[in-house]
């Protein structure tokens, strides 16, 4: 992984690096964790240490739901607000810049969100762009897609309207044709769900429609915690390899993108947005938590005895106010060259 305070990568160029980069979803059959983490619908559990049960919402966003579950709308709402903190507004001039020089700029934006879930990333950036705005949010789940219809923004940042329109289907086979009129393209923590082969389609989709892409929250295999545990490496390790089964890229997935959209001639930028957990986010550090031990303990069962105490260890100091977690993502902007000479 190249790091870089914010770096930018054109078709056939390196990467230009800035100062330190601070070092996680949608599943390709476009059901949502919508802004990363994964979580069953009525609850459903899996097996964790410490002789409980581990809310699948905990594995940090990274880890799709079997295919039979879908994600849990309390899940997404309890880690929505460290979502919108983290999302990197550093992004948004440059998108900004790209969008007011459209052809058709005066008739509105139109944006696809793939993978909606609730519809957090439409209620961050929509007040943050100017202009009317037609929002097709994606997602597998009917219920997420009627929540997010309701919880939808009405009005953009200069009070033009917000509109929304829903798309049931496998975000998977996207292609350019399915972007024809598109202004733009979101999604929140889903690069690090998708295989090889679906980062290729989605930024061929992408350039072929000549749609710039906005990919934020996807997870770069750093964990801070503070104060330090002597397993806390152990369990990120193995954590990560987790993330990277059935061939989906996990932490992987963020270079992987870089590659495969500037490949197709775009122009793209990263910057980290990390989670900052402290004591405003106790609920979602609990959730979190168990997750991500539970995720690790599937991957190496042999560190189940000593991962229950490490956990009942690291809630009880969340609970006592006494734990500070930094969760590392990046955002990714990518500025494919626009269709008919458009700048």
Do not use: K
């Amino acid at each position: 992984m190249t790091t870089s305070a914010d770096m930018t990568m054109s078709a056939g160029g390196p990467l230009s690096t800035g100062g330190p980069l601070p070092t996680g979803a949608t599943s390709a059959s476009g059901t949502s964790a919508a802004a990363g983490a994964t979580a069953a619908a009525g609850g459903a559990t899996a097996a964790g240490p410490a002789g409980g049960v581990l809310s699948m919402a905990g594995r940090g966003g990274d880890t799709p739901a079997p295919e039979d579950h879908q994600y849990a709308p309390q899940w997404l709402e309890l880690r929505e607000s460290a979502d919108a903190d983290a999302r990197a507004t550093e992004l948004l001039d440059p998108l900004r810049i790209r969008l007011a020089n459209l052809p058709g700029r005066a008739t509105g934006l139109t944006v696809h969100d793939l993978g909606c879930g609730t519809g957090s990333m439409g209620r961050w950036l929509a007040p943050r762009l100017d202009g009317a705005q037609r929002w097709v949010l994606h997602d597998q789940d009917p219920n997420l897609l009627r929540l997010a219809v309701a919880r939808a923004p009405r009005a953009a940042a200069d009070g033009s309207p917000v509109t929304v329109t829903t798309r049931r289907g496998d975000i998977g086979r996207l292609t350019a044709a399915d972007l024809d009129g598109a202004s733009l393209v979101t999604a929140s923590a889903l690069l690090d769900v998708l295989t090889v082969e679906e980062i290729e389609a989605l930024a061929a989709a992408c350039a072929g429609a000549g749609v710039p892409a906005l990919l934020t929250l996807s997870v770069v295999g750093r964990v801070d915690l503070f104060p330090a545990h002597p397993m806390d490496t152990e369990i990120a390790e193995a954590f990560n390899a987790h993330q990277r089964a059935s061939d989906l890229l996990g932490p992987d997935a963020i270079t992987v993108a870089c590659e495969a959209f500037a490949q197709r001639g775009a122009t793209v930028r990263v910057h980290p947005s990390p989670w900052q957990l402290d004591t405003r986010h106790t609920a979602l550090v609990e959730e979190w938590l168990r997750g991500w031990v539970g995720a690790a303990c599937e991957q190496r069962p042999e560190l189940t005895e000593r991962a229950e105490a490490y956990l009942r260890d690291r809630l009880a100091a969340n609970a006592a106010g006494e734990l500070r977690a930094v969760v590392h993502h990046s955002d990714l902007l990518a500025l494919p060259r626009p269709r008919g000479g458009a700048s």
